[in-house]
């Protein structure tokens, strides 16, 4: 049987081998490839950091958006692969923590780079009511529910003058940065946010709630047998995943400097999660990045399209749904099943421990 | 009496966001189908009908009349041809494709009629009116719309419990697989109910066009509206809907009337108040499954 999600089923079988004694198993996370992804991403982080000293500003403006972009994606996918929660209200978190960095920024004061910090908080706060209303909404209501709720959200901002109502405000307070430190600090935000994303799915996946949230997607009903606190499971995730999609909105615009409500809230940055996480692949720690740069390497080239290209995206994204609904990464592992992350608990026999009481 | 005629026009308003709901409960009814597209289908018919009207000069209320069968074609045609293929169990697939659709359909229309607000003229009827006193005046086209909302349910009660259709759709509705086994052609009947659903959607945005300049970005409030219609009036209840739809346009109509810029932000707070308060509707049976 090829798994093709990273995170396995809760009752994954052993596989088929020689029978060995009870105790002569061990769990293993880490596979060959694992440890290659986990190195290679590791590197490809460090060279990334020093990008400032070889790279211009608009390669460092590039990896921001891209790795603020991962940093959605993977939270979606967290949410809709792992979770069971389809929202298409995201945009409330981005927006909010758009707006929580600039009042804390430029009405209190805080550092930017600190406040950024703080409005990932602002939203994990915010997003404890929301999932409360949300979660009395199942499947596709659900979707529905959070984007009225992120509609809330943006009504309320845009009606408030103090958030500079419709027109929005501009970020001032980075103005006591020069450029270069600015975009060096807002670089090395986004590689945190983006690799942090991963780190945080990755960490998640082999947690108790990782467990849990399997459990829940394969059969809810048993896994509430089991003892597994759905709800609070649900909701757990539902906070870390706004909290930091809200550092992400931070970062994308700790770099564009002007908030605007429409744009902010604007329900387009949902429809980026979904098509980078249907196109890369849903319920896996890998699809999402092979996603984004997908998405990335397409905006490029169909940005002279004009409508045609939401067009475009949109038929991809609808076709993928149907034919291929592990997406890109589902379809390489047809081939040859791989992971990228340590998340996946297999059996292996525990070869020292034989060898050892050979001799 | 401004307080009393604003809840007047309240409930005329809610007509239209009746209309708006009926097709969204039908899907979610018969094929537990949340199509994140209605909204935008609903101005893909108010656009049909602007092209009518454009090339031969009908009242868009007799391009009506074309709108709402073509409508029904295409509904049949989704289901049949793509929706079928996302009713796995998992409402995932089903979310995206749908919102797919949505951003596809939005973009289309972009494409060809741009983003200028249009509207339907439909003669004198916008204009005419019933005075009441000499602060109340129920215009006729609102009330009218009101009308047709109550008619469409009324159709649709009988259609599914008087007839043998009817009884088709609740069967797989209640259970497919069973349904299936009783000779009911679920995939022809669940492409029949999305065709209805999209039927009563073509008079939703036709009326829309009427009633207000509509531009392609405009759809997805309309869902936005649709679905709040449902769920304050009770999922799986017909009149539920209706009722839904005149809560949601008196919250509306009221709330403007405190502060013109909160129209909108009231309605979504009294939904989330029903939501809070009572999560299975104004008349539902239970929360959905």
Request: charged share 15%; glycine share 12%.
């Amino acid at each position: 049987m090829t798994r093709v999600d990273d995170g396995t089923t809760s009752t994954g079988r052993a596989p088929a081998v020689e029978p060995v004694a009870p105790g002569e198993w061990r769990i293993a996370r880490w596979t060959p490839e694992s440890r290659v992804g986990v190195v290679a991403a590791l590197v490809g982080l460090g060279v990334l950091a020093t990008l400032p000293d070889w790279g211009s500003s608009s390669d460092m403006a590039t990896v921001v958006e891209i790795m603020a972009l991962l940093a959605l994606a993977q939270m979606w996918n967290l949410l809709a692969g792992f979770a069971g929660l389809v929202s298409i209200g995201q945009q409330a978190f981005i927006g909010t923590g758009a707006y929580a960095l600039l009042v804390l920024a430029d009405d209190h004061g805080v550092d930017p780079f600190v406040a950024v910090w703080l409005a990932a908080l602002v939203a994990a706060a915010l997003s404890v009511p929301i999932g409360v209303l949300a979660f009395r909404l199942r499947g596709g209501y659900f979707a529905i529910g959070t984007w009225v709720i992120a509609q809330v959200v943006f009504l309320m901002v845009t009606n408030n003058t103090a958030l500079g109502g419709g027109s929005g405000r501009s970020l001032l307070s980075l103005g006591d940065y020069d450029r270069i430190t600015r975009e060096d600090y807002t670089l090395y935000t986004a590689l945190v946010a983006g690799a942090g994303a991963v780190a945080i799915v990755v960490l998640v996946l082999r947690s108790r709630l990782g467990l849990a949230l399997r459990a829940i997607r394969d059969d809810e009903g048993g896994a509430r047998g089991a003892g597994v606190d759905v709800y609070r499971a649900r909701l757990a995730v539902w906070v870390i995943a706004a909290g930091w999609t809200g550092l992400a909105g931070g970062v994308i615009y700790l770099q564009r400097l002007n908030v605007q409500p429409t744009s902010a809230f604007s329900v387009q940055w949902t429809a980026f999660m979904i098509f980078i996480v249907v196109i890369g692949g849903l319920g896996s720690t890998t699809g999402p990045i092979i996603g984004t740069l997908v998405f990335w390497i397409l905006r490029d080239q169909l940005t002279d399209l004009g409508e045609w290209y939401l067009i475009v995206l949109g038929a991809i994204a609808i076709v993928m749904a149907i034919l291929a609904p592990k997406g890109i990464y589902g379809l390489l592992n047809r081939i040859r099943p791989f992971q990228l992350f340590p998340v996946q608990r297999r059996l292996r026999p525990r070869r020292r421990v034989k060898a050892r009481s050979a001799s | 009496m401004e307080w009393v005629n604003a809840v007047i026009q309240g409930i005329l308003l809610g007509g239209v966001f009746a209309l708006f709901a009926t097709g969204l409960s039908l899907a979610f009814g018969i094929m537990r189908l949340a199509n994140l597209a209605h909204g935008t289908l609903a101005l893909l018919a108010a656009f049909i009908a602007y092209s009518m009207v454009d090339a031969t000069g009908v009242n868009p209320l007799v391009a009506l009349l074309a709108v709402v069968p073509i409508m029904f074609v295409v509904g049949y045609a989704l289901q049949r041809g793509v929706l079928n293929f996302t009713l796995t169990g998992d409402p995932l697939t089903a979310i995206l494709v749908t919102f797919g659709l949505a951003v596809v359909i939005e973009n289309v229309l972009l494409e060809r009629y741009s983003a200028d607000a249009r509207g339907l003229d439909a003669g004198s009827i916008e204009s005419a009116s019933i005075r009441v006193t000499d602060d109340i005046a129920i215009g006729w086209f609102p009330l009218m719309t009101l009308a047709v909302a109550v008619g469409v349910l009324g159709l649709l009660y009988l259609l599914f419990a008087r007839t043998r259709a009817g009884r088709a759709f609740r069967a797989i509705s209640d259970d497919r697989a069973t349904g299936r086994l009783m000779g009911i052609d679920d995939r022809h009947y669940y492409a029949l109910a999305m065709g209805i659903a999209l039927a009563t959607v073509a008079i939703a945005g036709v009326f829309l066009g009427i009633r207000t300049t509509f531009s392609p970005a405009d759809g997805n409030a309309q869902l936005l509206f649709g679905f709040e219609a449902v769920i304050i009036g009770g999922l799986g209840s017909l009149w539920g809907t209706l009722a839904g739809g005149i809560v949601l346009g008196v919250a509306q109509t009221v709330g403007a009337q405190i502060e013109p810029g909160w129209s909108v932000l009231t309605g979504h707070l009294v939904f989330l108040a029903v939501l809070a308060v009572r999560p299975h509707g104004l008349f539902g049976r239970a929360l959905p499954a």
